[in-house]
């Protein structure tokens, strides 16, 4: 059974340019979440996805744009790049919403903004 | 708002030592709290959580916390390090009826032979 996987495992970009990242959630699981995490630091929640829809968001700007697709997949979208935005980025998933549910994470994106 | 605090960003000890990593949370009403940890170029792993009932949690890997309301702290232990338990260790809390975890700033756990 694979995990959460996430793609690119690395990327480089320059500041003002646009990426998209991308999250498979583990079988079974519905409910997608994003997180940065900054060098030295720990995660911070971007948002989350459950039937294609964003059901909460961290206080992030909105040059960070998602989206749900149908099998559940998902991705993160960063407009405007800034030197900031270079982090780690996290995917998790989870059997739904509930606040019992176990989030599983992937190995992350690695986005550095030159 | 809820927030979690982590002492020591770095905590050293010998193989074969005690663990303690210790974990203060902020919230007003009772947390759901979470110990997770991360290898070197690799997401985060669950090791334990506490939502309800015992106060006193076990996990993966020999590693336990408990939980002190009255103290308001999760810390987490393990009576006996060993080398492979060098890693980044991360106390999250989670609160209300949502799922959007709060996360410390991490403990870097060094180990030495």
């Known amino acids: 059974d694979a995990g959460v996987t996430q793609s690119p495992t690395h990327l480089i970009k320059t500041r003002g340019q646009q990426v998209t990242l991308r999250c498979s959630p583990k079988?079974?699981?519905?409910?997608v979440s994003w997180y940065q995490q900054a060098l030295g630091q720990g995660p911070q929640f971007i948002f989350q996805y459950y039937e294609e829809e964003e059901r909460q968001r961290g206080n992030f700007p909105d040059r960070f744009s998602g989206h749900q697709f149908p099998n559940y997949s998902s991705e993160l979208n960063v407009n405007a790049l800034l030197l900031g935005d270079s982090a780690l980025y996290l995917c998790?998933?989870?059997?739904?919403?509930?606040?019992?549910?176990?989030?599983?994470f992937g190995p992350g994106t690695r986005l550095t903004v030159l | 708002a809820q927030s979690v605090t982590q002492l020591g960003s770095h905590v050293s000890v010998s193989e074969g030592a005690l663990v303690l990593l210790r974990c203060n949370y902020s919230?007003?009403?009772?947390?759901?709290l979470f110990w997770y940890v991360q290898y070197p170029n690799q997401g985060l792993q669950l090791l334990l959580k506490?939502?309800?009932?015992?106060?006193l949690v076990k996990g993966i890997n020999g590693f336990e916390a408990e939980f002190k309301k009255s103290e308001t702290s999760f810390h987490l232990t393990k009576p006996s390090a060993h080398m492979s338990d060098a890693a980044e260790y991360f106390c999250a809390v989670r609160i209300g009826g949502f799922q959007k975890l709060v996360f410390g700033t991490g403990t870097r756990l060094l180990v030495s032979p």
């Open positions: 998790a998933s989870s059997p739904g919403t509930g606040t019992r549910n176990e989030q599983f």
């Open positions: 919230s007003s009403v009772p947390p759901y």
């Open positions: 079988s079974g699981h519905d409910t």
């Open positions: 506490y939502t309800t009932g015992a106060t």
